[in-house]
């Protein structure tokens, strides 16, 4: 898949550049940026250009073309929940929708024209005044915590959803750190309110990651128990892996953060699987994600939420981890990763179920849900 290039957005970048005498390519500049670049020069002797006559000529061939979209065309995702009714009248938006911004000058001014639906379209804060709202729910939130007279308000803010991620270092490249619930050390700078993503359609049919991973061989043993099953699904044993190939790419370990760990699958098992037009049920965490990623296999994964933020009732399917408190806190430690991960993921919600094999039809209806749309990637956290 092409990727295109990531949109200029960020004001602060410009300042940095500009300042210091930087270039600007203007072919992966949307329009706000290029209006706000053009302000910083204000004697025309200052303002240099070199010319390229050929590629002035590609410019107006790819103008007049009609699947033109130039860089004022690309989606994000939305981190956090954007109120229509605020100071400034915008289209109201829920964190982790997908939104298409198609216009980053609307109306003249610095602000976004998006279209969530066809028939849903309107403005939304751009890059800056966006993160300045992220900012003050987090600001208002931490001291509505910390105020025990405003418990109501504070259930009112904690309706209000914000995704914390970080934004990727040029330099660095690859998955970002993990993002504290603080506004300390000045991380807040670091937080965006906005993530590129790229869409992607798979072709084959996709592998399937469950959360909590416990899960994953209780649930996989009893998708596969009735023979029709064995149709559309299949799964990859794990098997040990050597010392010398457990850091390799196409090799993926059941428990990455436990050295000790031996057992594995290897990417040509699970291709072996979806060449067949299989699902294949992995029982990888959730910290595989980003290496499938970087392989080109995209993932469905399915969390299921427990009734009442309790795991007492799919404690069967856990092997022996322990106390039933040491396996509710795992789970909410993957809980967390869920919101880190740079690709969708699919939430059971507890009213979806009631017995197992109600959650095992929901498993199989999500699945087939899942597999017919369309997988959104952040494909800036894999480089």
Not at 135 to 144: D, G, I, K, P
Not at 172 to 190: F, I, K, N
Not at 223 to 246: D, G, K, Y
Request: proline share 7%; glycine share 4%; hydrophobic share 35%.
């Amino acid at each position: 898949m092409k990727k295109r290039s990531k949109p200029n957005w960020g004001r602060k970048w410009l300042q940095q550049v500009l300042s210091g005498g930087g270039s600007l390519l203007l072919s992966q500049c949307t329009a706000e940026v290029a209006h706000f670049s053009l302000q910083w020069w204000t004697q025309p002797a200052s303002l240099k250009h070199r010319a390229n006559l050929e590629a002035y000529a590609t410019l107006c061939s790819q103008l007049a073309a009609p699947s033109f979209l130039g860089a004022d065309s690309f989606y994000v995702r939305v981190n956090l929940d954007i109120d229509p009714s605020g100071d400034v009248p915008f289209l109201g938006a829920r964190c982790d929708d997908i939104t298409h911004v198609k216009d980053t000058r609307y109306q003249g001014k610095y602000q976004w024209r998006c279209c969530c639906s066809p028939l849903l379209a309107g403005a939304m804060p751009n890059y800056n005044r966006a993160q300045q709202l992220l900012l003050l729910r987090l600001r208002t939130m931490a001291s509505e915590q910390k105020n025990f007279k405003k418990k109501v308000l504070s259930r009112k803010a904690a309706a209000r959803r914000v995704r914390l991620v970080k934004a990727v270092a040029p330099s660095a490249g690859g998955p970002s750190t993990q993002v504290l619930y603080t506004l300390s050390h000045r991380q807040e700078e670091q937080l965006i309110p906005y993530s590129l993503v790229q869409p992607v359609q798979a072709g084959a049919r996709r592998p399937v990651l469950f959360s909590p991973s416990p899960l994953s061989r209780g649930l996989i043993e009893q998708l596969l128990q009735p023979a029709m099953s064995q149709l559309q699904f299949n799964t990859c044993p794990p098997e040990p892996i050597p010392a010398t190939e457990r850091c390799q790419k196409h090799v993926f370990m059941l428990n990455p953060l436990i050295p000790d760990d031996s057992l594995g699958i290897r990417l040509q098992s699970i291709q072996d699987i979806v060449s067949q037009d299989k699902h294949c049920l992995l029982e990888l965490s959730l910290a595989n994600v980003q290496g499938l990623l970087k392989q080109g296999v995209y993932p469905i994964v399915i969390h299921i939420q427990p009734k009442n933020k309790k795991y007492g009732r799919l404690k069967k399917w856990f092997p022996q981890c322990g106390e039933e408190k040491l396996i509710e806190d795992l789970c909410r430690r993957e809980e967390l990763q869920l919101e880190t991960l740079p690709l969708f993921h699919h939430t059971l919600e507890p009213s979806r179920w009631s017995s197992t094999d109600d959650l095992l039809s929901a498993i199989r209806s999500a699945i087939d849900s899942q597999q017919r749309a369309v997988a959104w990637v952040e494909f800036e956290r894999l480089q």
